[in-house]
């Protein structure tokens, strides 16, 4: 297996997943974003491998397909992520996310291998059909107002070369991770809202939610989002019908729609004595009201539901983030 972006948030716990379910394991990350320390507890074992080069460069699938003899399946995960390089990096996210993606299929189409590829709600742009469905048309602003789908616009061409490799017999598939979280998320300024709420407590500063905090999100626990990657990845065919996976797409999302006010207050709540205040205000141009899914097809065809309540998924952070059990 490969998984690009493999020392990232989530590619750091696809990986250990992977080896630990007894499978060869390369990661594919060239540190940007990604840890080191993310893939401390696979270092050293006689099934995982990690390779620091860029996903863009076809030459770094050399080094993969050295390493692991032949690839059965590619996790393609690498890509620049975090809303403020939208903004401020737009053009290197574009880079990144398209040229590696299409770097890593065009590996996969030489090594015969199924392809996963991680995509984003955000490929659908600011649509305000919710839930999100794959009926759906992705609708994005002018490009002269802001440049925050410099991420999402880059994950809609993922999908379309994804869909094009298909026409061409790929045996490629589509998660949608909505608002991954766990202990290894990334809480500095260019991080995600959970982690970045997190980050305040640790240092004793007020939490800034951003606009009037009333924005809606489904926040999904990594292991969740790490088992629906494994499902898509790894099941042959659909569990209800039996039919192929090639070419389908699942929107992994919990059920819980909270607002960022909501997620604010759970998180004091769960970090007791050491809650801080909160301030509203500020935020990005572009960010989205809402942002809920549509799981039927990962329900129907993955057998995929999220195990995780939000309560429990923010306990377990704390705890790891704080060290207390
Ligand atoms: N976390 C979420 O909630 C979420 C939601 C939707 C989509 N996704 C997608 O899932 C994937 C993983 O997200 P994540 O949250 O783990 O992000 P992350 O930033 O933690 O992981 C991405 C990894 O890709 C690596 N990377 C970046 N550019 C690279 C390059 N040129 N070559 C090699 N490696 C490179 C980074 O170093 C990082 O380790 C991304 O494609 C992201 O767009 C994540």
Same mark, same amino acid.
């Given at each position: 297996?490969?998984?690009?972006?493999?020392?990232?948030?989530?590619?750091?716990?696809?990986?250990?997943?992977?080896?630990?379910?007894?499978?060869?394991?390369?990661?594919?990350?060239?540190?940007?974003? /990604?840890?080191?320390?993310?893939?401390?507890?696979?270092?050293?074992?006689?099934?995982?491998?990690?390779?620091?080069?860029?996903?863009?460069?076809?030459?770094? !699938?050399?080094?993969?397909?050295? *390493?692991?003899?032949?690839?059965?399946?590619?996790?393609? @995960?690498?890509?620049?992520?975090?809303?403020?390089?939208?903004?401020?990096?737009?053009?290197?996210?574009?880079?990144?996310?398209?040229?590696?993606?299409?770097?890593?299929?065009?590996?996969? %189409?030489?090594?015969?291998? &199924?392809?996963?590829? *991680?995509?984003?709600?955000?490929?659908?742009?600011?649509?305000?059909?919710?839930?999100?469905?794959?009926?759906?048309?992705?609708?994005?602003?002018?490009?002269?107002?802001?440049?925050?789908?410099?991420?999402?616009?880059?994950? !809609?061409?993922? %999908?379309?070369?994804?869909?094009?490799?298909?026409?061409?017999?790929?045996?490629?598939?589509?998660?949608?991770?909505?608002?991954?979280?766990?202990?290894?998320?990334?809480?500095?300024?260019? /991080?995600?809202?959970?982690?970045?709420?997190?980050?305040?407590?640790?240092?004793?500063?007020?939490?800034?939610?951003?606009?009037? /905090?009333?924005?809606? &999100?489904?926040?999904?626990?990594?292991?969740?989002?790490?088992?629906?990657?494994?499902?898509?990845?790894?099941?042959? *065919?659909?569990?209800?019908?039996?039919?192929?996976?090639?070419?389908?797409?699942?929107?992994?999302?919990?059920?819980?729609?909270?607002?960022?006010?909501?997620?604010?207050?759970?998180?004091?709540?769960?970090?007791?004595?050491?809650?801080?205040?909160?301030?509203?205000?500020?935020? !990005?141009?572009?960010?989205?009201? &809402?942002?809920?899914?549509?799981?039927?097809?990962?329900?129907?065809?993955?057998?995929?539901?999220?195990?995780?309540?939000?309560? %429990?998924?923010?306990?377990?952070?704390?705890?790891? @983030?704080?060290?207390?059990?």
């Amino acid at each position: 297996m490969l998984v690009t972006g493999g020392a990232g948030f989530l590619g750091s716990s696809l990986c250990e997943r992977l080896v630990n379910d007894g499978h060869r394991v390369v990661s594919l990350d060239d540190l940007s974003r /990604g840890k080191e320390a993310n893939l401390a507890g696979l270092d050293g074992h006689e099934r995982f491998r990690s390779l620091v080069a860029d996903a863009c460069d076809p030459a770094a !699938y050399e080094r993969v397909e050295a *390493a692991l003899g032949g690839v059965d399946v590619v996790f393609h @995960l690498a890509a620049v992520n975090g809303t403020k390089w939208f903004h401020e990096r737009a053009r290197h996210v574009i880079h990144v996310n398209v040229n590696a993606t299409l770097a890593a299929l065009e590996a996969a %189409e030489g090594w015969g291998a &199924r392809f996963v590829l *991680a995509s984003s709600p955000e490929a659908m742009g600011e649509s305000s059909d919710w839930p999100l469905m794959d009926t759906h048309a992705s609708v994005f602003p002018p490009a002269s107002s802001h440049q925050r789908f410099a991420y999402g616009a880059s994950k !809609y061409l993922d %999908e379309i070369a994804l869909h094009h490799a298909v026409s061409r017999g790929l045996d490629g598939r589509i998660v949608r991770p909505f608002n991954g979280y766990g202990p290894r998320l990334i809480g500095e300024a260019d /991080g995600q809202v959970v982690a970045m709420l997190f980050s305040a407590v640790m240092d004793s500063r007020v939490m800034a939610v951003h606009g009037d /905090g009333q924005q809606t &999100r489904c926040f999904t626990a990594v292991d969740d989002l790490v088992d629906g990657f494994v499902r898509a990845g790894l099941q042959e *065919a659909s569990v209800a019908t039996g039919e192929p996976l090639t070419g389908m797409a699942f929107n992994l999302s919990s059920h819980q729609e909270v607002s960022i006010l909501e997620l604010a207050t759970a998180i004091n709540d769960v970090v007791g004595s050491q809650a801080v205040d909160l301030v509203l205000g500020g935020g !990005y141009p572009g960010d989205a009201s &809402r942002r809920v899914g549509d799981i039927t097809n990962a329900e129907e065809h993955l057998g995929w539901r999220p195990t995780t309540s939000l309560e %429990e998924g923010l306990q377990s952070m704390w705890a790891s @983030l704080s060290g207390v059990p």
